[in-house]
């Protein structure tokens, strides 16, 4: 009935792949979307060439952040840490296959802030990063 | 008592618009900001057309009839919370710009380290964080009135709470989220007994209930014009006049000043003390228009309809398998019904009754800590006003299903 809800989006809300903690990890990063408290974490193993080996997410929150996090996950597995930093809003936009309004796009984009803080190690998951 | 819910809802034209899938509008989101009838439109408009121009200092016809507008929506503001006198009103931006002038002025004069402010654990950020802000600058302790399970304040931790002697109670009057209705006479009575100053937020009551802030005995009391059919950007506190009168300016600035020296003023005398530089004209004089509005319906009969409908509302929503209600029985609270819906998170919820043009709100609603105490990081919201009608009930309770179904 509804573009928002394709069925991709609530099956990975629902039954994510990549959802749990990585302990030990490399990198680990969370944060919040302080409009509406949806909360991500990423984890991630890097190799010693910086390629992600192993990657996932927990958090809670709405389908779309929760999916959004789940498919970007996927998509960085086996991925240079160089690429990983190139990606942007468009890219979450393709994982998702969805055209989003300005509010709704806040939490497809918390996964891909959550994990770019964490590789450029910042100290904040801002809006900046994903521009 | 009944309203003519026909007659009302053609005063306001935005009921009647559709969204981008040509749904009529649902809204039922007015504790976020309530509709806007003709009558407080065309009042602001008639004074851009007509009487537009600066107030107090010009003597011109328009600036005359600019002034008598902006002062005599005060006199009205006053009658409608019934102050003693239209000079305990100071006109602000809104509710927060309210409570912030006391924190500012009243408590920085009067509050020092270690001195005690009693707060709830339902109050909205508005009258969390200028109180935080003191305690960082000040070292002001901060107490809270628990709430208990059902959503209503705990009075006997408060009691206990007032053997610590209080400087100051601040608290909601009914709950942006909950809709509890507290029993703020008591709840200031108490205070008073302590020698605690008192503060209301009435963000939510002054829109939905009659107010009559002498008889409450409030020292002070925090409304928005936009909550009660008004415009965006003003709102009012209301001050005993003898606080008032022994308060630091806020804001300085033109208007707020009897007489400027190149190194010294005097403050103006009551209400303009507080208001610095040229206020929301348009939007005084939009709500002085609100006030007349509710007053012509009545405010008591807007409370009847409004508990109806939320009797009505959470009978029905409690009947969906899977909905889980917060805050107390339809006979303690205002027009909110706040709601989780099990396996689904709020704004997926809000999201999906907005496809058949259904406006509720989704997430913590600015009262966080509340939402923590309840262990969930969000609700979704329907709130209702006097243009609430059952069958947009109807339609809520047809749009949770559909959630339903969409999550399987």
């Known amino acids: 009935m509804d573009d928002l809800y394709r069925e991709v989006i609530i099956e990975h809300y629902k039954n994510p792949t990549y959802r749990g903690k990585l302990d030990p990890h490399d990198i680990s990063f969370a944060d919040n979307n302080p409009l ?12 010693s060439s910086g390629v992600v080996t192993e990657a996932m997410f927990d958090g809670h929150g709405c389908a779309i952040s929760q999916a959004s996090a789940d498919l970007l996950v996927e998509s960085i597995i086996g991925k240079p840490l160089e690429d990983v930093k190139k990606l942007n809003r468009q890219d979450i936009l393709d994982l998702l296959g969805i055209d989003l309004g300005p509010v709704r796009l806040k939490c497809a984009l918390l996964s891909l802030k959550v994990l770019k803080a964490g590789v450029y190690g910042l100290g904040e998951a801002s809006d900046s990063l994903v521009e | 008592m009944t309203l003519n ?59 005359e009839e600019a002034t008598s507008l902006y002062e005599g929506a005060r006199e009205r503001i006053a009658k409608f919370v019934n ?100 029993p703020a006479g008591e709840i200031i009575k108490l205070a008073h007994a302590a020698g605690a100053v008192t503060l209301v937020d009435g963000a939510q ?17 925090a409304c928005s014009a936009h909550k009660m059919c008004g415009p965006t950007g003003i709102g009012v506190l ?39 530089g040229t206020p929301a004209i348009a939007e005084a004089v939009g709500f002085g228009a609100a006030v007349d509005y509710l007053t012509s319906v009545g405010m008591n009969a807007i409370a009847a ?48 009754l907005d496809q058949d043009g259904i406006a509720v709100r989704a997430g913590h609603h600015c009262a966080q800590p509340l939402h923590e105490k309840f262990g969930i990081p969000a609700t979704s919201r329907a709130s209702f006003y006097l243009y609430s009608t059952k069958e947009e009930v109807d339609q809520l309770v047809k749009g949770l299903y559909k959630v339903k179904e969409v999550f399987g």
């Open chain 2, 305 to 352: 309809h409004e508990h109806e409908i939320t009797e009505y509302a959470l009978e029905r929503l409690e009947e969906i398998p899977g909905v889980k209600l917060f805050g107390p029985s339809a006979e303690h609270k205002g027009g909110v019904a706040a709601f989780t819906l099990q396996g689904v998170h709020p704004h997926d919820v809000a999201q999906i």
């Open chain 2, 5 to 63: 819910l026909n007659e009302i809802r053609k005063d306001f034209p935005i009921l009647t618009r559709e969204t981008a899938n040509g749904k009529r509008v649902i809204y039922l989101d007015s504790t976020a900001t309530s509709q806007k009838p003709l009558q407080v439109i065309e009042a602001m408009n008639d004074y851009y057309r007509r009487s537009n121009a600066n107030i107090h200092r010009g003597v011109h016809t328009l600036a």
């Open chain 2, 83 to 182: 102050a003693a006198s239209a000079r305990e009103i100071i006109y602000t931006r809104n509710t927060t710009e309210s409570i912030n002038l006391v924190a500012y002025s009243w408590a920085r004069a009067n509050l020092k380290a270690g001195d005690l402010v009693i707060l709830t654990e339902m109050e909205h950020h508005s009258n969390l964080v200028p109180w935080h802000m003191l305690q960082m600058e000040r070292g002001i302790e901060l107490e809270f009135i628990p709430v208990t399970e059902n959503g209503l304040l705990d009075l006997d931790a408060y009691k206990s709470l007032l053997n610590r002697n209080p400087k100051l109670v601040s608290f909601t009057h009914m709950s942006n989220v909950l809709g509890t209705i507290n």
């Open chain 2, 205 to 221: 009551s002054v829109p939905h209930l009659s107010v009559d802030v002498q008889a409450l005995g409030a020292d002070f009391y």
């Open chain 1, 36 to 47: 509406c408290g949806d909360h991500i974490q990423i984890d991630l193993r890097v190799d």
């Open chain 2, 238 to 276: 209301y001050g005993k006049s003898a606080l008032l009168e022994a308060m630091p300016p806020f804001l300085g600035g033109g208007d707020m000043i009897k007489e400027v020296k190149l190194r010294s003023f005097r403050p103006n005398t009551l209400p303009h003390k507080f208001e610095a």
